[in-house]
């Protein structure tokens, strides 16, 4: 954002109109309330800028407001003491701020840039503030909170009901618990121009349909069963087959033309009790001959595969075709602190590795706690072995290794249920079946899980997943 600022005003757009612009963003969500009493933190930056705009713009609307300031407000400097010449009203020092019958507080102290924790004045007024119980809104994001990672650099971090933000959402309004912290989000334009935000070069999207929609294919009239791509999944053993059948079925929705279980004879059958439409293969010996026979475009394995020799043979041997290989569940296991191992498998090809949290500790080791950003921990993951990471959880990261990302928010909380993460691995590999790019796959495969969980509501189970799919996707196909 300090890019962008500085590209504003390259552009002729100062900052000082940036700021007044963002105090009238963050007057309006406070006129929301019925607040007679207000109380404005103001900080030594930029942020506290912002709150002094706001409290004048209150004031002008007839409501009571005082500011309370960290430091010295004659030390203020450029935008923000251009901004505190233009208040008038009341002022505290932040120690003296009272928080007694008050109606509303602007917490305007420090924004997503804070690199260290709260101390002193600050972290006493932000305990106060939420001891007093009246709503907060937080200016950009909650003071203590990291924009970068969503994580509270310290002890202490204000909760925000609304955070009112500018220009672009922040990682940290979307990773947890940041998202939590900042309540509801308002994103306002301020007039910082496109170029100047284009300018910046930004590699990392909330996942929405404008990400991916344009790089999945529609089929076409002429197209048949193999042309929409075959997907191979590999079965768990007997008494072990569901989490590859909601793959297959997975899949299957997504779009692939055609679907093929392979596995030993004992877990066919048990498959055959429930499947028509998905084909079966016995693969005693493996599936080398089959998947270059048959063309295979994209393959599944791990759920429900067990760590076992034939898992990693099968494994190998879908990674040595010109296919794309969706990696889930057990070959986490077979990898277990070989991070490198599964790189060098991987080689050249276009793989996605879907691991929850703990399967991603178990691969990347230490290294996976190194970052406190989810984001950036998944965008080094997936540079460090050459593939496409899903790091999956209510903020599900999609990383590619050449550094562009996506960050859902679209996932309820009845999503987290067994077998969930086998239907998002066969989505994934029934779009790339079809040809999209893997990240763009990946990405909308996320996406569609999640609404389509969204379509069940309360009670699901991952069964009733790839059943809801077709309306999703009919839905996203009128949009």
Not at 130 to 136: K, V
Not at 314 to 325: I, Q, S, T, W
């Amino acid at each position: 954002m300090t890019e962008v600022d500085r590209a504003s005003a390259a552009e002729g757009v100062p900052g000082a109109a940036l700021m007044e612009r963002a105090g009238e963003a963050v007057a309006h969500a406070a006129l929301d309330y019925a607040a007679e009493k207000i109380v404005v933190l103001a900080g030594p930056g930029a942020n506290g800028g912002d709150g002094f705009v706001a409290a004048r713009l209150l004031a002008e609307a007839n409501r009571a407001v005082v500011v309370a300031v960290l430091g010295d407000r004659a030390a203020l400097r450029g935008d923000a003491a251009q901004a505190a010449a233009g208040w008038a009203g009341p002022t505290v020092r932040l120690e003296d701020a009272d928080f007694a019958r008050v109606d509303l507080i602007i917490d305007a102290l420090f924004g997503a840039g804070l690199s260290r924790p709260l101390s002193g004045a600050a972290a006493d007024a932000v305990l106060a503030a939420q001891a007093c119980g009246a709503p907060i809104i937080a200016v950009d994001t909650p003071s203590g909170l990291d924009g970068a990672s969503g994580h509270p650099i310290g002890d202490v971090c204000m909760r925000a009901d609304v955070t009112v933000t500018f220009v672009r959402l922040k990682p940290g309004h979307i990773l947890l618990p940041g998202r939590l912290l900042c309540g509801r989000i308002v994103l306002a334009d301020i007039g910082a121009p496109a170029s100047a935000v284009a300018s910046v070069g930004a590699r990392v999207w909330l996942n929405r349909p404008a990400v991916w929609r344009d790089a999945i294919p529609e089929p076409s009239i002429a197209g048949h069963k193999y042309s929409r791509g075959h997907v191979a999944v590999w079965s768990g053993p007997e008494l072990q087959t569901g989490a590859s059948r909601l793959s297959a079925l997975a899949a299957l929705r997504a779009g692939a033309g055609a679907v093929t279980l392979l596995g030993s004879k004992a877990a066919l059958k048990e498959h055959a009790a429930h499947l028509t439409a998905i084909m079966l293969r016995e693969a005693e010996d493996g599936w080398r001959s089959f998947l270059d026979q048959r063309k295979v475009a994209a393959v599944v394995v791990g759920p429900g595969a067990s760590a076992t020799p034939d898992t990693r043979r099968a494994l190998e041997e879908a990674c040595a075709g010109d296919r794309r290989v969706v990696m889930d569940a057990d070959v986490f296991s077979l990898f277990a602190g070989d991070a490198e191992g599964l790189g060098r498998l991987i080689g050249e090809g276009e793989a996605v590795l879907t691991p929850h949290e703990g399967e991603f500790k178990r691969v990347f080791g230490e290294d996976a706690d190194v970052a406190p950003s989810k984001l950036e921990r998944a965008r080094a993951a997936a540079a460090r072995v050459g593939a496409t990471i899903v790091l999956k959880g209510p903020d599900t990261v999609v990383a590619s290794q050449d550094g562009r990302a996506t960050i859902a928010d679209n996932a309820p909380p009845h999503l987290a249920t067994a077998g969930a993460g086998d239907v998002l691995a066969g989505l994934i590999a029934g779009l790339m079946a079809q040809g999209a790019p893997v990240f763009e796959a990946a990405s909308a495969a996320v996406w569609l899980h999640g609404e389509a969980a969204n379509a069940i509501g309360r009670g699901l189970i991952a069964d009733d997943l790839p059943g809801a799919l077709p309306n999703v996707l009919q839905s996203l196909a009128s949009q």
